[in-house]
């Protein structure tokens, strides 16, 4: 496939919008809205050369929709995949006697052949920085006399790549490095691991506290059960060191896995661990028997999909102590999140914790703030990342987002140029063509009493009114509107609406509504829509 098929920015036609019907349209639901666009935009209904030239575009667009939606092998794919889809090299090949769910895995496998020419050439950068931070004097001062001092205590820094050999067979190669108290200490590891039929095998190969080999593997046994586990021997001065673990994972429902994992070696345990992912909440349980401690944890996430937020708590008991945790992970790009939490425990005390993720490169800082439970460490601990987020968002974010959004605005709109054009005139010549169907409807409704629309505008509002529009990013749509209106009835579908016959999309990138001023049983009334809100009048 092209880059230019495969360009997020590339706007693509919507053709249950254009045609009005729902995502689940049956058969008879398309066919009836193919008819109905087929009596306003059929050339031969139109006698004059110019508008017949108008009729040709928006018929050629009608049977265009009609045609993919009517055939459940062109369906399955836009469903899928959309227009990009049809558009695949080889897809012709495809034979029409195979299923929909045949059609989809044609297309897969068709998109990976394209996409295994640029396999080779990719790589998978993972990195984690941690920076410890000693600032315990800050609460408990050495001398009141001094300037409490702020410390680096240790900082590690681990990074991977990965190099695909073929599509089955992936290469990593990773490292690390550690500094605490002025000691130093590193190693790297590089892994081979093959996908198997129902599992995967990798073998490492490491060096830095001595030689490291090992193996491991994973199979599925089960549509419910998956197994992995693995050995290792590690080759030091003062001795070998084996290890051995297994994990043995088990579906309990949709959204519940339950795993018992067994680790011997230098640090032997076994852990039991629940969890459970729903829409809006997830929770973990675990409990681990080791050495050198028995203990218990629960967390809770609370999902605030509509404000990208993670509400997070953590608690933990055991022989070490106890330790409670809470935090918000907040996205702020498509890519990035922060993460900040207070941490309390004994013996820990009180730790503050930020951590700024970057796609697959992490940050973390854990300030230690105090080694007792200090009422004031835990106060500033929850103020201060509050305030530094609104100030940072505030100053840093939200610009950088704005100016962020408006480059993804202008390349959509260069993208998209010719297109855009063409929509515009086709929207143009549909508005002429349904001027008939529009004058024949009002009066019908006007007879009955029914649903007339008085004024319909769709675009991007004011920041200052949501009731008033931008003008040079708005449309009347009065007449495209009144021409949906069938038997005193108005049905839109929750699909976008610059797609519809005589809409276009007057502002790329931005949020827009729809406003209908309309009359019914002799009463006035308004409504207004989100572009993809569906609506039904009259209520």
């Known amino acids: 496939m092209s880059e230019e098929i495969d360009s997020d920015n590339e706007l693509e036609e919507n053709y249950y919008s254009y045609l009005n019907v729902p995502k689940d349209a049956s058969s008879e639901q398309i066919n009836n809205a193919y008819r109905k666009l087929s009596r306003m935009y059929h050339p031969d209904k139109h006698m004059e050369a110019e508008n017949k030239q108008k009729a040709e575009l928006m018929f050629n667009r009608t049977k265009k929709a009609y045609e993919v939606l009517s055939d459940p092998h062109k369906r399955a794919i836009y469903d899928s995949v959309g227009e990009k889809g049809l558009r695949t090299d080889g897809w012709e090949l495809v034979q029409r006697q195979k299923t929909p769910a045949e059609i989809r895995e044609e297309y897969l496998r068709l998109a990976e052949a394209a996409e295994e020419r640029k396999l080779l050439q990719s790589t998978n950068p993972r990195g984690n920085v941690t920076i410890n931070v000693n600032a315990t004097e800050i609460f408990s001062p050495y001398d009141e006399s001094e300037f409490p001092r702020i410390e680096v205590s240790s900082m590690s820094i681990s990074q991977s790549i990965e190099a695909p050999i073929t599509r ?21 590891v590089i892994c081979g691991r093959r996908l198997l039929n129902k599992g995967w095998l990798e073998l490492d190969v490491g060096a830095g506290n001595g030689l490291l080999v090992g193996i491991k593997g994973g199979r599925t046994l089960s549509s419910l059960v998956t197994m992995n586990a693995g050995t290792s021997v590690n080759f030091r001065e003062n001795g070998v060191i084996p290890g051995i673990f297994s994990t043995l994972a088990v579906q309990l429902d949709k959204h ?15 852990t039991t661990q629940v969890d459970r992912n729903g829409e809006r909440h997830a929770w973990s349980t675990s409990f681990v028997i080791g050495s050198p401690h028995i203990y218990f944890s629960i967390a809770y996430t609370h999902k605030m999909i509509e404000n990208e937020l993670k509400l997070k708590a953590v608690a933990k008991v055991g022989t070490f102590g106890f330790m409670a945790e809470y935090g918000a992970e907040k996205k702020i790009s498509k890519y990035s999140s922060v993460f900040a939490a207070v941490s309390i425990g004994v013996p ?36 201060t990342p509050v305030i530094v987020w609104f100030f940072v968002k505030k100053s840093i974010i939200d610009p950088m987002l704005a100016e962020r959004k408006n480059i993804e605005i202008e390349k959509t709109k260069r993208t998209n140029e010719q297109r855009m054009a063409q929509k515009r005139l086709e929207a143009k ?23 007339v629309i008085v004024k319909a505008t769709y675009g991007q509002t004011q920041e200052s009114n949501q009731n008033e529009f931008v003008p040079e990013a708005s449309i009347d749509v009065t007449i ?13 579908f929750n699909t976008p609406k610059s797609d519809l016959p005589g809409f276009y999309d007057p502002c790329i990138g931005e949020s827009k509504v729809l406003l209908i001023n309309y009359m019914h049983n002799n009463a006035n009334k308004s409504i207004v829509v989100k572009d993809t809100e569906a609506v039904r009048l009259p209520r």
Not at 168 to 188: A, P, Q
């Open 168 to 188: 089955t067979d992936t290469m990593t190669l990773s490292g690390n490095l550690m500094s605490s108290n002025g000691n130093g200490s590193g190693g790297f």
């Open 348 to 383: 820990t005390g009180v730790i503050l914790k930020f951590k700024v993720i970057r796609s697959q490169q992490s940050y973390v800082f854990p300030i230690h703030l105090s080694e007792e439970i200090v009422p004031a460490a835990v106060f500033y601990a929850t103020v």
């Open 429 to 451: 010549a549909a508005v002429e063509l349904m001027q008939h169907t529009y004058e024949r409807i009002v009066e019908e409704e006007k007879e009955r009493q029914g649903l």
């Open 480 to 492: 495209p509107v009144q021409c949906l209106v069938k038997d005193g009835t108005l049905e839109m």
């Open 256 to 270: 519940t896995l339950g795993s018992l994992t067994l680790n011997v070696g230098g640090q032997a345990s076994m």
